[in-house]
């Protein structure tokens, strides 16, 4: 093999072990997992936000925006349900670049996977220990979850991963919310086909074992635009657009049907401010068609402290390193704006 295996890493239960959840988060964690479960199933009125840093670059900017959610999210508790993103790990489509806080802890510093696993432990254990969120965070490595499976209350499925059977086979043994990405050319055939497979059950190879999946009703689509053959950005959230998925979703009989819109992206064409208007438009979409408010669960946000990005060295304080976020004045005025229209 053209590979160096550089040093065994301990396996989830160790991790687990050495960094046990208290009793107490165990219940919070399960209480936020059955409210954000009941929207799914339609018994909750309440409108999903799925919010926060392209990446998770750092630990005391992350935790500070994470403390200001909680303020909003306590005053529009009635009406929104806050999921904050936590990614610790960044796709890239050529394989270069900065992969996420479990390669880099340091973004500065060279790739320290054993340092990493504890880092992206550490985060996502504080968020739900000093904030009261079990947060979401994405599922790019499947063999990789259950070093956070007892902290993550949604997982999202990538554009570049909604294709890969182990992806799915493994979304179909969650017992959270899984959003599955519509793949970069916008085939919806290929997103709902993954959101099928992980609806039922399967029998495959997970971690070294031979595993029986019981299949995940709350598996679901997540809007995110596409790119055409001459790479141009379109979107794929407008009316019609979601209208073309409640018929999709009603053609496949699967149990709950949900969608959740992603405002970035190339919804956006990665023009991060557009993502406040998108928003808006989505919300009046919800408003215009009952069965659009019912599958329409909430949005994916892209979101920081501070507007913009900056390149990695620049040190400014909650700067989002990779894809460009909203800055939290901005922020803070679209939840509230979008808790009064739902």
Known sequence: ?????????????????????????EK??????????????GESDKFILVIGPCSADAREPVLEYISRLRRVQDAVADRILIIPRIYTNKPRTTGEGYKGMLHQPDPEQASDMLRGIIAIRDLHFAALRDYGFSCADEMLYPENHRYLSDLLSYVAIGARSVEDQQHRLTASGLDIPVGMKNPTEGDLTIMMNGIRAAHHAHTFIYRGWEVESKGNPYAHAVLRGYTDLSGKALPNYHYEDLERLSDAYLASGLAYPAAIVDTNHANSGKKYLEQIRIAEDVVHSRRSNADLRRLVKGLMIESYLEDGAQKIGENVFGKSITDPCLGWEKTERLILAIADKV
Do not use: C, G
């Not at 160096?4 to 687990?16: A, E, G």
């Open 1 to 25: 093999m053209n590979m160096d295996f550089k040093r065994k890493l301990p396996i989830p239960k160790q991790i687990k072990e050495d960094f046990p959840i208290s009793a107490d988060m």
């Open 28 to 41: 919070t964690k399960a209480a936020r997992d059955e409210e954000i479960k009941a929207v799914f199933r």
